[in-house]
């Protein structure tokens, strides 16, 4: 390959094939994606957050919580997520597309959150958990590698005022000693509200039905 | 073009001289940088089995730190050491000197005060949390400012080439050189100021992700193997007419591969369908690259006793080799469910990305450095000791990450497991990892101070100034003909 | 390359000048290496293995892209057409709940409740799960006075809906209440809420219990 035009061209073509086989189609297959119109009520899915949800949203990739935690629950049949309750059911296309950006996330060194707010699924999962995880992990979760944030929190005297209302319950061993209250701060409660908002509860017949497996085994013998 | 080896050896030592400055300029920054990503790499896995190690700074917290470590590492060190490799290797191979220098060291200085104000965005929360891209939006212009002026130095020199004929290692190098800025440019734009709608995000991203290591870092090592090879080995690459097809399939097939990152993701099924397919055809590459590569060292191993730079090539040889098979493994199904979001896909990008581009790099550099500079590396205790390092490093993490991220995986697939049993059982591979990242790290250091040593005029007794052999020149005849050779 | 190695590792000395090294490449390049003991099997190899990739990568691509369909994740859906999508008709009870919300919501509250002490629970109430034709009735015209629903005691006005709503609304508000909170009572069809119209059409007060008691059934 002498022609150095030629090897221009050749090396824009590898790359020009690619981004329009599989990022142009993709973009026009599912750029458009919209919310489904729920045939009875008439309600649209998926739901927009509300807007502190939103700020949280911004709190999580702040701190950077997608180097530890996907979002994404793989479906039936292919690994354990759902055994694990990390959702009711596989994450579809159309579940994130009010999502300004997809955390997907690539790694599980802790849990998947697409479904943290999910109280059906985990009652246990309200405010006050989160926030008890957030500033010390190890007093809702023993033995786990999440680092705490407790930077996201305003350890203050009570000094004789009313406690406030948004103060953590602390077990003795995490609280930091009498006369203080752990306080979230606006981020906290932005983060916490995201949190609480993620769950797809939504079942989307079009998809519930085109994603059901076959029915008959495969034929041939490929 | 034949001239005689005097002036071929003076047209060497030209285009070593106009290269030496910018070179050894953008090669320190490479190397600072590989000491303070390594040192916030190492932090950030420290993290994992000690999680109250810097948590209470909220800038080192560890869903900012480890991402801070890794651009630190890939776009300081990896792409500092590609650019002084790349600038020096196409000047030499287009025989032409390496003209108005100057030029690069600002776009050195922008694109490390880019990468700089990147890292330090991160650690102050203003990440965008895609994998490679987390650096602030700010710092895109700087970046590809600085990039379009290397770029252009490094095509401009091959379109000026005083060559007929064109080397295996000046296609990849002039691939590279234009893939990244298009990779690059379309995901920002695709994903940060036209964003996508949902799921198509994550597509543009692993399109992005998997295109910088395989049309970037992998391109930059192979250029380094194919050239160092025949240089060293004085014998020709083996069934070198596979090359160029390798190298259009290379290109064509990873560009494709990105969905199969996305095995399981909610997205199209055709598009991680289509990633494995692409890795299925990844297979012909990688045995023609390893027939041209290993079959130039097959029955030259004895020499690499003798050659530093022979034996670095030879892990990154290995490792491309490895890392592709576990590339595709990665696009099995069956083999993903377990390994993915565990250590082997960390596994998998840091093979590419360490194992064969790093030590390519080092091995590119204990050639080059001595050329520039005209001096001797100083101390061989601290060359054994980094080459020691890194193979043992190398070689200790890629077994034990490969066991441990398995064994994470069916950890996780286990639901009668709780999560935080999960963490409990790899806290000690967790720890393992923080071993061998601190090994590698003492070898780089070792290294550092080694290019302390050789690049500053220290006026320290000892020193011996090289005595650089003219080439002979490379027959086709391969053999016993070139033991006549003599130093 | 000296004769015995370095062991010092101070400089690597270079075997080939960068001239030769690429004329010699050029030249290989164009002509393939002398046919040796064994060698010719190299490139038929090497296309056969081109072939295979090239074969099986397409027996998985058809097999596991699923029509390209945009909205399957799953490559173990099924490969055939989805078809003309068909419309899933819904029950009574599904449609019943827009009626619900417009109208019994307020008093009734979503969980179906109602208010202690004010408005009479709809869950487990044997006025709803009981006969079709009184609670049709008390949706008509109203009910005014004490009622005892499900052993406590209520005296409120509950307002007629005849006049605002239509048969089918009615047939469907009231298959809903029947089929939700835990509820489980066959639903009410227009023709039912038509006849119970026909028969009180005269009727222009409310009821009280004791009459609903007393007209049976």
Redesign the interface.
């Known amino acids: 390959?002498?022609n150095?035009l030629a090897?221009?061209f050749?090396?824009?073509a590898?790359?020009a094939?690619?981004?329009a086989?599989?990022?142009l189609t993709?973009?026009r297959?599912?750029?458009?994606?919209s919310q489904f119109k729920d045939p009875a009520d008439e309600t649209l899915h998926p739901q927009p957050m509300s807007g502190l949800a939103s700020q949280g949203r911004l709190v999580?990739?702040?701190?950077?919580?997608?180097?530890?935690h996907?979002q994404?629950v793989?479906?039936e049949g292919?690994?354990?997520d759902l055994?694990?309750k990390w959702g009711q059911r596989?994450?579809?296309?159309?579940?994130?597309?009010r999502?300004?950006?997809?955390?997907?996330?690539?790694?599980?060194?802790?849990?998947d959150l697409r479904n943290a707010g999910n109280t059906e699924l985990r009652a246990y999962a309200d405010a006050g958990y989160f926030y008890q995880l957030l500033y010390a992990?190890a007093s809702v979760?023993?033995?786990?590698?999440?680092?705490?944030?407790?930077?996201l929190f305003d350890v203050h005297p009570v000094a004789g005022r009313q406690p406030s209302a948004l103060a953590l319950k602390l077990p003795s061993k995490f609280s930091p000693g009498p006369g203080l209250e752990v306080v979230p701060t606006a981020r906290a409660q932005a983060l916490v509200a995201y949190l609480q908002s993620l769950k797809d509860t939504y079942d989307y017949p079009i998809e519930r039905s085109r994603n059901a497996p076959a029915a008959k085994p495969k034929e041939g013998g490929h | 073009?034949?001239?005689t080896?005097d002036n071929?050896r003076t047209e060497?030592m030209e285009i070593d001289a106009s290269a030496k400055w910018p070179v050894l300029f953008i090669f320190a920054h490479a190397l600072a940088w590989l000491i303070v990503g390594g040192a916030l790499e190492l932090a950030s896995v420290i993290?994992?089995?000690t999680?109250?190690f810097l948590?209470?700074?909220?800038w080192f917290?560890?869903?900012?730190l480890?991402?801070a470590a890794q651009n630190a590492l890939v776009y300081g060190w990896g792409f500092n050491a590609a650019f002084a490799f790349g600038l020096w290797l196409m000047a030499?191979?287009s025989?032409t000197t390496l003209r108005h220098g100057g030029w690069l060291f600002v776009a050195a200085k922008f694109w490390n005060v880019g990468v700089f104000l990147g890292v330090a965005g991160?650690l102050a929360?203003?990440?965008?949390?895609?994998?490679l891209l987390?650096m602030p939006r700010f710092v895109t212009f700087l970046l590809l400012a600085a990039y379009a002026i290397i770029g252009v130095w490094c095509v401009t020199t091959?379109?000026i080439r005083n060559?007929?004929?064109?080397?295996?290692s000046q296609?990849y190098l002039?691939?590279a050189a234009?893939?990244f800025p298009?990779?690059y440019a379309?995901a920002q734009l695709?994903l940060f100021r036209a964003?996508?709608?949902?799921?198509?995000?994550?597509?543009?991203h692993t399109?992005y992700v998997h295109?910088l290591y395989g049309?970037w870092f992998v391109p930059v090592a192979l250029a380094a193997a194919y050239?160092l090879l025949?240089?060293?080995?004085?014998?020709?690459?083996s069934?070198?007419?596979?090359?160029?097809l390798a190298f259009?399939w290379l290109?064509?097939a990873t560009?494709?591969a990105?969905?199969s990152?996305l095995i399981?993701?909610?997205?199209?099924?055709?598009?991680p369908?289509?990633g494995?397919?692409a890795n299925?055809?990844l297979?012909?590459p990688v045995?023609?690259i390893g027939?041209n590569l290993f079959g130039t060292l097959a029955g030259r191993y004895a020499?690499l006793?003798?050659?530093?730079?022979l034996r670095f090539v030879l892990v990154s040889m290995l490792a491309f080799v490895f890392a592709s098979v576990l590339n595709f493994a990665f696009s099995l199904?069956g083999f993903a469910?377990t390994a993915?979001?565990?250590l082997l896909?960390?596994l998998r990008d840091w093979l590419i990305f360490y194992a064969c581009f790093s030590t390519a790099m080092f091995g590119a550099a204990?050639?080059i450095m001595?050329r520039l500079t005209g001096q001797?590396?100083r101390s061989?205790a601290l060359?054994?000791i980094h080459?020691g390092t890194t193979v043992l490093g190398v070689g200790l993490l890629t077994v034990g990450l490969a066991w441990a991220g398995w064994h994470q995986g069916r950890l996780?697939?286990?639901?009668a497991l709780a999560?935080?049993?999960v963490?409990?059982a790899?806290?000690p591979w967790?720890t393992f990892r923080t071993g061998g990242l601190a090994l590698l790290l003492l070898g780089h250091a070792a290294f550092l101070v080694n290019f302390a040593l050789i690049a500053y005029p220290f006026n320290l007794s000892g020193t011996?100034p090289?005595?650089?052999?003219?080439?002979?020149?490379?027959?086709?005849s391969k053999g016993p003909a070139?033991?006549v050779?003599?130093? | 390359?000296?004769?015995?190695?370095?062991?010092?590792?101070?400089?690597?000395?270079?075997?080939?000048?960068?001239?030769?090294?690429?004329?010699?490449?050029?030249?290989?390049?164009?002509?393939?290496?002398e046919k040796k003991e064994g060698y010719p099997l190299?490139p038929l190899g090497?296309l056969g293995?081109?072939c295979t990739?090239?074969f099986?990568?397409?027996i998985?691509?058809a097999h596991?892209?699923?029509r390209?369909?945009?909205?399957?994740?799953?490559?173990e859906?099924s490969r055939e057409k989805p078809g003309a999508l068909k419309i899933v008709p819904l029950t009574r009870a599904q449609l019943g709940k827009k009626t619900y919300d417009m109208t019994c919501i307020a008093c009734h509250q979503a969980t179906g409740l109602g208010v202690p002490g004010q408005y009479p629970p709809l869950v487990g109430s044997e006025w709803v799960l009981g006969s079709e034709e009184r609670i049709v009735r008390i949706v008509l015209h109203g009910l005014n006075g004490p009622i005892t629903v499900e052993g406590k005691e209520y005296n409120n006005v509950m307002a007629p809906l005849g006049g605002a709503l239509k048969d089918e609304q009615i047939a469907n508000a009231i298959s809903y209440v029947r089929a939700s909170w835990g509820n489980n009572a066959p639903e009410v069809t227009p023709e039912t809420v038509a006849k119970v119209r026909a028969e009180t059409a005269g009727r222009n007060t409310y009821w009280t219990a004791a009459e609903l008691e007393q007209a049976g059934k």
């Open positions: 390959m002498k150095g090897l221009f050749g090396v824009f590898a790359l094939l690619s981004w086989g599989l990022l993709a973009h297959q599912i750029g458009s994606l999580y990739q702040d701190l950077g919580c997608v180097t530890c996907t994404q793989r479906r292919f690994g354990s055994a694990r596989g994450s579809y296309a159309r579940d994130y597309i999502d300004e950006t997809v955390l997907l996330g690539s790694s599980r060194t802790g849990p992990p979760a023993p033995g786990s590698l999440m680092p705490a944030h407790a930077f | 073009m034949n001239s080896p071929g060497q993290q994992l089995h999680p109250a948590a209470t700074c909220e917290t560890h869903g900012r480890a991402p030499r191979l025989a991160i929360g203003y990440s965008t949390s895609f994998e987390e091959f379109s060559t007929e004929n064109v080397f295996a296609w002039f691939g234009f893939w298009w990779l379309v695709m964003p996508g709608r949902g799921v198509l995000q994550p597509v543009v399109w295109g049309l050239y025949p240089k060293i080995l004085g014998k020709p690459i069934n070198y007419y596979l090359a160029p259009w290109a064509i560009a494709f990105g969905g990152r399981g993701a909610p997205v199209p099924v055709w598009i369908t289509l494995t397919v299925f055809m297979v012909v045995v023609l027939l020499s006793s003798g050659s530093v730079t199904r469910e993915q979001f565990t896909s960390g204990y050639f001595p001797e590396w061989p060359v054994k080459l996780l697939n286990d639901p999560f935080t049993d963490s409990k790899m806290v967790f011996t090289a005595q650089i052999n003219p080439p002979p020149d490379l027959s086709l070139l033991e050779l003599k130093a | 390359m000296s004769a015995e190695p370095d062991k010092n590792f101070r400089l690597e000395q270079a075997c080939a000048s960068d001239d030769s090294i690429q004329q010699v490449h050029a030249q290989l390049q164009k002509t393939k290496p190299l090497i293995l081109m990739v090239v099986f990568g397409s998985y691509l596991n892209s699923i390209f369909d945009p909205l399957v994740f799953s490559e859906a």
